[in-house]
């Protein structure tokens, strides 16, 4: 297909195309001209998971980059997750207390968390844990401790599903599944988390009760 | 306390809390001449409030202004879910095919976010699920169905723990506890899951049989 259709078909502007053709994010098409080239359904798939990593992931070029470069070129190393949530991860404060972090992973018994944390992805993880709690410290927002536990064991139940789903056929594979698993499925929990709330609130605030002071 | 002092306590430099006394997010310290205000623990609760909705949360300043209004004047509705998820909600498509999200809420039998859709907030909620489940599909990244029941059942878990902590006590304690809640709470969950994952993995790909493949 020429470009134009390449574009309709993947709802990306043209000039949005040649940039990303300029910045080789994109692999050239075949020139039947000149001036005009050939792409393919090759073409069509690498577009939608570039937009989907850019709108949905919020990754800025670089870190797009990275995650097409990983997706082409499997690293020899396994440390795929550790390279995926580097992609998307929220940059950590250093004067997070990294004690609460520990505590926590201690108690939860994720004892391979703590083996790992001299490794620079698994430091990382536990930086984005000592942040997000040191936030929550600062705001004044104490969270229950049977919550903060409800919260882990929930977050085990979907990793563990998640990390049994891993194809391990090829590198590529494991990579492409790790990799968009990561960037894509956060949105996805995020708004079930929403829906969810909207869902449970409805049993304990119905709607009606609060719209007409008179009824009940 | 002077401002010095305040910006000591919080880690917030003296021109952003000028910034933030301009814009009016801080209220003003009492004047103890024309030169020199005084400060109190209420400024420093509120500072790192802000920090922690700009930094954690990531929300641009016109959402933080939206976030303290709304804890400074509670609303007279009760949509504190729906105003709380607007803050923080990312830009839904408007070519997102919804009708696999509400597939996915009938299957699920959240039956009050589909009663609940003709409601702005509502709506908003059920984009955010179709937009995340058209990134998957347009990046050709196919989630099974028993993994989207999983994490299905897992956000329901933690929302019925989370709704079932709302205080009720006052408007303006519901109101903090809400939006902090979804603000805060989201990069918490995320950072568990990566953690989960990296737990997970180092139970299905011990680290040893990858660094040293002679061994087993």
């Keep these: 297909m020429r470009m134009s259709e390449l574009s309709l078909r993947t709802?990306?502007?043209?000039?949005?195309?040649?940039?990303?053709?300029?910045?080789?994010?994109?692999?050239?098409?075949?020139?039947?001209?000149?001036?005009?080239?050939?792409?393919?359904?090759?073409?069509?798939?690498?577009?939608?998971l570039i937009r989907a990593l850019v709108d949905v992931g919020g990754l800025p070029l670089g870190a797009v980059r990275d995650v097409l470069d990983n997706i082409d070129r499997p690293p020899a190393t396994f440390d795929?997750?550790?390279?995926?949530?580097?992609?998307?991860?929220?940059?950590?404060?250093?004067?997070?207390?990294?004690?609460?972090?520990?505590?926590?992973?201690?108690?939860?018994?994720?004892?391979?968390?703590?083996?790992?944390?001299?490794?620079?992805?698994?430091?990382?993880?536990?930086?984005a844990l000592a942040t997000a709690l040191q936030a929550l410290d600062d705001a004044g927002f104490?969270?229950?401790?049977?919550?903060?536990?409800?919260?882990?064991?929930?977050?085990?139940d979907i990793a563990r599903a998640e990390i049994a789903g891993i194809p391990t056929e090829s590198a590529a594979a494991t990579v492409r599944y790790v990799i968009?698993?990561?960037?894509?499925?956060?949105p996805l929990l995020l708004a079930l988390r929403?829906?969810?709330?909207?869902?449970?609130?409805?049993?304990?605030?119905?709607?009606?009760?609060?719209?007409d002071p008179d009824a009940g």
Aim: net charge neutral.
């Design 194 to 211: 929403r829906l969810a709330q909207r869902q449970a609130s409805a049993a304990r605030f119905p709607p009606n009760e609060q719209s």
């Design 11 to 48: 709802g990306v502007p043209i000039p949005t195309i040649k940039f990303y053709l300029r910045e080789r994010l994109l692999p050239e098409g075949v020139k039947s001209s000149p001036n005009q080239a050939h792409y393919d359904d090759g073409h069509v798939q690498r577009l939608r």
């Design 80 to 127: 795929l997750l550790g390279i995926a949530h580097q992609a998307v991860a929220p940059t950590p404060r250093n004067d997070a207390d990294r004690a609460a972090a520990v505590d926590l992973l201690r108690r939860l018994g994720w004892t391979a968390c703590l083996d790992d944390a001299d490794d620079v992805h698994g430091d990382a993880a536990i930086a």
């Design 142 to 156: 104490a969270v229950r401790p049977e919550l903060l536990d409800r919260y882990g064991t929930a977050a085990m």
């Design 180 to 186: 968009l698993g990561t960037v894509l499925i956060e």
